[in-house]
């Protein structure tokens, strides 16, 4: 029996996995619904599309900015079981926020002086939720599991979570806005009622202060976690990361709608592509590594991901223009094209080699530290990552203001690339360091 299908069936990890799937499927679904909604229904330029896409995952990550030390301390000092059900109960109320927001769109009834605020108040809300979420998914992993079986775990939760964001990402392209305000908050009923079989799992550190001063607390937290250089190393990889993975999400919408001139549907089956990429270098690379946490695929992994992010954009180029102003293609109609197949390959290929890179940098940050620090450790993480996805979303705004059309943007996202192949192979350099010593 694998050590994937051990950790399927046990009860020490099944729940929070189902858990984790339900919250990531939720959270796609409603952010989706609504920047796609309002994309292809509301807005009618493309910068205007681009600045309200910037605007929803700027709003979605701030909490990670603010709130990510408190998170990381409450995850370390109680039990991290009851913690996820106090959230998650959370999550119902949020959704019930976010779901009138969009039963209003629905029915246009005060679109920009109620239904979008309320929709943009509950992202945000939700932003909080997963906040204080992602600390506790990580670190209760050591904390349950056997070392040898900790990059497993964290390979099949990234793998989960990106066929999550998949899940949400197509029912949000295919269902109505309506429906969508229903589902929302079913989700997260049936999230709370899993979460009540997730094993407790209490302090393994003798319970400090918390310290609710969010400014100090975040800047104690980094620069204590920053000393380790190998954590340092893999902290700043992470965040290069998801800081290109912020450009890509953002640019996705106003790209398929004005560049390729397809449907929302179309935008959803290119956020499907790379969702399924990401769990697919979630799994390979656990199998490469044979359960070893090594950054010795990192360099050459985002390597890959810049050549393909050129292939993608070079595609997006020369993609011909079609049909009258304002005839959208459908997916069928798209999947025809002379060029779909290298457009959806390149894409494919640009998230495989990013699960591929990141996945041990996280499994990385849960096992070389005390298991005492592991919260902290990914609070701290959170706050470099938030702070970079905010810079990704800000750079987006800014390239869109200057007037850099959004196939070019692609060119400053494969460059970026090179900066955290460097950081990954510094990463690799420091942990040989470390088994020769």
Request: aromatic residues 10%; proline residues 4%.
């Amino acid at each position: 029996m694998t050590t994937t299908t051990q950790l399927i069936r046990a009860r020490r990890f099944l729940p929070l996995f189902v858990t984790q799937l339900l919250g990531a499927f939720n959270d796609n679904l409603f952010k989706n619904a609504m920047v796609l909604y309002v994309v292809y229904e509301v807005y009618h330029s493309e910068a205007a599309e681009a600045r309200f896409s910037a605007l929803a995952s700027a709003i979605f990550i701030i909490p990670f900015f603010l709130l990510s030390a408190l998170a990381g301390q409450m995850a370390d000092m109680r039990d991290k079981a009851r913690l996820i059900r106090v959230i998650k109960a959370c999550e119902i109320f949020i959704m019930l926020v976010g779901g009138s927001g969009l039963a209003l769109a629905w029915q246009g009834i005060a679109l920009h002086t109620l239904a979008i605020p309320l929709m943009l108040l509950a992202l945000f809300a939700m932003g909080v939720h997963s906040t204080f979420f992602g600390p506790i998914k990580y670190a209760i992993l050591p904390q349950h599991l056997g070392r040898e079986e900790v990059l497993a775990g964290t390979g099949m939760v990234e793998a989960g979570t990106y066929l999550s964001v998949l899940a949400g990402t197509i029912v949000a392209g295919w269902i109505s806005v309506d429906a969508a305000a229903v589902a929302v908050v079913a989700v997260a009923v049936i999230g709370f009622l899993a979460s009540g079989r997730v094993p407790a799992a209490p302090p393994v550190c003798k319970p400090e202060p918390l310290d609710f001063h969010v400014v100090r607390s975040s800047i104690a937290l980094v620069r204590t976690t920053m000393r380790d250089r190998r954590v340092y190393l893999a902290i700043c990889a992470i965040s290069f990361f998801w800081a290109i993975g912020t450009v890509l999400f953002i640019q996705f919408p106003p790209l398929a709608k004005n560049i390729l001139m397809a449907s929302k549907e179309v935008a959803s089956l290119f956020l499907v592509i790379f969702s399924v990429g990401i769990a697919i270098g979630s799994v390979t690379i656990n199998a490469l590594l044979k359960g070893t946490v090594s950054a010795r695929w990192s360099p050459i992994s985002v390597i890959g991901m810049g050549v393909c992010l050129v292939a993608f954009q070079q595609v997006c180029a020369i993609w011909p223009p079609r049909g009258a102003e304002g005839e959208l293609m459908d997916v069928a109609t798209f999947l025809v094209q002379p060029l779909a197949a290298p457009l959806l390959l390149t894409l494919l290929g640009i998230a495989i080699s990013g699960g591929m890179f990141v996945v041990p940098l996280y499994a990385f940050l849960t096992t070389f530290v005390d298991r005492s620090q592991t919260a902290r450790t990914i609070a701290a993480n959170n706050i470099v990552n938030s702070g970079a996805m905010v810079a990704g979303a800000l750079v987006t705004g800014l390239m869109t203001w200057l007037g850099l059309p959004v196939v070019r943007q692609l060119l400053v996202v494969a460059v970026s690339c090179g900066a955290s192949a460097w950081l990954g192979y510094m990463l690799f350099r420091a942990e040989r360091a470390s088994v020769t010593a």
